[in-house]
């Protein structure tokens, strides 16, 4: 089980809904993971700072029976700084391979500035095995990108992993290279379920390698037969 925690920087129609300001975002999510951290300890958040209000939260009860990992998802310079400072793992997407690289030096440089370990980096990428004729699959994913993100697709091209079984495996190599621990296929076309087989099937292009032991988020971890590594979850 892991904690997924993040501060939006979309939705300002949102923010002005609740009535929060949006440039506060970030610091309430430094204080949302101060708390859970002691929630899920099963102590009290005493003196919770919440638009200039403070309470007292928890404890819970019962705690959680294990350590729950806290992924602060976001691909900002900000993000990619919390999920150093405060962050068991760092969930980014929308990165070239070589973008990735460049932000894991950050993470890494950042972590190791505050005496810590880097955070686990499971990386979101969206995904299309492209089965059908190349206008069919295009036509699919214009879809998918429209209704999920109110976008059009060309404006993530370079982005998605749009291709063949193999062709897309290339590509989850290439982000493990460039430091992805973990890759998190999002499926995308009209049928999920036949999208999900498919990432399944890419999955198995991956056989099992043992549990590192040190703390930290994990999720079903993979090596190739070549002993290139990488985690993949569908």
Not at 70 to 99: K, M, N
Request: charged content about 25%.
């Amino acid at each position: 089980v892991w904690l997924g925690m993040g501060a939006s920087g979309e939705g300002v129609e949102e923010f002005a809904a609740l009535g929060v300001p949006m440039t506060r975002r970030g610091g309430m999510v430094d204080t949302a993971i101060a708390a859970c951290r002691r929630l899920l300890l099963g102590q009290a958040a005493k003196g919770v700072d919440y638009l200039d209000t403070r309470t007292d939260i928890g404890p819970l009860e019962p705690p959680a029976p294990a350590p729950v990992p806290i992924i602060v998802g976001g691909r900002s310079l900000p993000a990619i700084q919390r999920a150093a400072r405060l962050g068991d793992g760092w969930y980014p997407v929308w990165f070239t391979p070589e973008d990735l690289r460049t932000r894991v030096e950050i993470l890494r440089e950042t972590a190791a500035s505050f005496g810590r370990s880097a955070p686990q980096v499971i990386f979101l990428l969206v995904v299309h095995v492209a089965d059908r004729q190349p206008s069919e699959s295009r036509a699919e994913v214009e879809e998918f990108v429209q209704g999920q993100y109110g976008m059009k697709a060309e404006r993530l091209e370079r982005w998605l992993a749009v291709g063949s079984r193999h062709a897309i495996g290339e590509q989850i190599e290439a982000y493990r290279s460039a430091g992805a621990d973990s890759i998190v296929m999002l499926p995308a076309g009209r049928s999920y379920e036949a999208q999900l087989e498919a990432c399944a099937d890419i999955r198995q292009m991956f056989t099992p390698r043992p549990k590192a032991s040190e703390d930290g988020p994990r999720s079903a971890r993979a090596e190739r037969p070549d002993s290139t590594h990488n985690a993949l979850s569908s």
